[in-house]
């Protein structure tokens, strides 16, 4: 059986410590895995626009061996002209891996569905789980560990990174406290399936309205943007309903005071973060997003792993 990284939970919470392990290892030494010698290639598919996602897969596929093939949706068959299982039978046998940025979460599912090499997703309307894989490679560097560790995300929870701080977070035993506006809170059904993971890890998952609520006692606060890829038409909207969940350095007063600040980037200074915040020193931004890196060639290594080993 082929595995898929295709949301949070797709690994359980050990596989989850055993990636993280290994990224931290193949950080120290980047060249130590090559996994993709021969040289191997790998598809990296992108029907939205990316500057992380984009450089850290090609970097990683090529430092593992390998030779990335980037997609464009605008400049291939996929979508338009080809479904997504024809895709997938066209790749499975000439790529080791696939990469997917895209929109439906069925898109995945689909491609994964008719695909004998691992699909991982690089973004989807509901998930962003490499992002988080680099943001908890972030945590773990910096307080040592994440079991016990707050996180607090703060703005747009109804979308990609809210589901996945949720799952994520609750898998690697972190408290975690979503502070956002009524209608724009996290699914209850993901709530819910956060709250079963981190009942065996005695962490507590809290949903607020105020931003204040949710940041006490916080080791972490983390936001994103409140306009996400595909809702540019909403800006105004927006920008009004979310104005008062900006993460401001008197925000950060009431966390606890070995405080840091992660955003996922792009970001969008006096917005969602106060530039103050971002560009000052309890931000993380930059080693998260180096961690992209690191955390994905280890996905990359281990889903490579478990496809040797027939699992
Ligand atoms: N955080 C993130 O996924 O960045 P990009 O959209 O630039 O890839």
């Known amino acids: ?3 898929h990284f295709l949301k949070d939970d797709d690994i359980t919470p050990a596989e989850q410590a055993e990636i993280l392990e290994l990224a931290i290892a193949l950080k120290k030494d980047p060249y130590s895995e090559k996994v993709f010698a021969g040289p191997k290639t790998v598809a990296l598919i992108f029907d939205k626009t990316s500057t992380r996602t984009r450089v850290s897969f090609s970097v990683g596929v090529s430092d593992l061996g390998g030779v990335p093939l980037v997609m464009d949706s605008g400049t291939s068959q996929l979508g338009a002209k080809e479904s997504v299982a024809d895709t997938a039978r066209v790749l499975e046998r000439q790529v080791a891996q696939i990469v997917w940025r895209t929109y439906a979460q069925s898109g995945l599912e689909e491609m994964a569905q008719h695909s004998r090499v691992p699909v991982i997703n690089s973004l989807s309307d509901s998930w962003h789980p490499c992002q988080l894989l680099a943001d908890l490679m972030t945590i773990r ?6 079991d016990g560790v707050k996180i607090a995300y703060i703005g747009d929870a109804a979308n990609n990174m809210g589901n996945s701080y949720l799952i994520a977070c609750a898998m690697a035993g972190m408290h975690v406290s979503i502070g956002a506006p009524a209608r724009y809170q996290p699914d209850v059904e993901v709530v819910r399936r956060a709250q079963e993971i981190a009942k065996q890890f005695g962490s507590v998952i ?3 309205e105020r931003p204040e609520d949710a940041v006490r006692h916080a080791h972490v606060v983390a936001t994103d943007t409140w306009v996400s890829m595909g809702m540019e038409k909403e ?3 927006r920008i009004k309903m979310f104005a008062d969940y900006t993460v401001t350095n008197r925000l950060l007063e009431l966390a606890d005071p070995s405080v840091i600040f992660l955003h996922c ?3 969008y200074r006096g917005y969602e973060v106060a530039a103050d915040v971002i ?3 309890r931000s993380f931004i930059w080693e998260e997003a180096e961690n992209r890196l690191h955390a994905q060639k280890a996905l990359m290594v281990w889903l490579d792993r478990q496809q040797k080993l027939g699992k």
Not at 141 to 146: D, L, W
């Open 1 to 3: 059986m082929t595995r």
């Open 141 to 146: 560097e910096h307080f040592g560990h994440t």
């Open 206 to 208: 809290e949903v607020h």
């Open 235 to 237: 800006k105004q909207k």
């Open 265 to 267: 980037l792009p970001a």
């Open 279 to 281: 560009d000052g020193p």
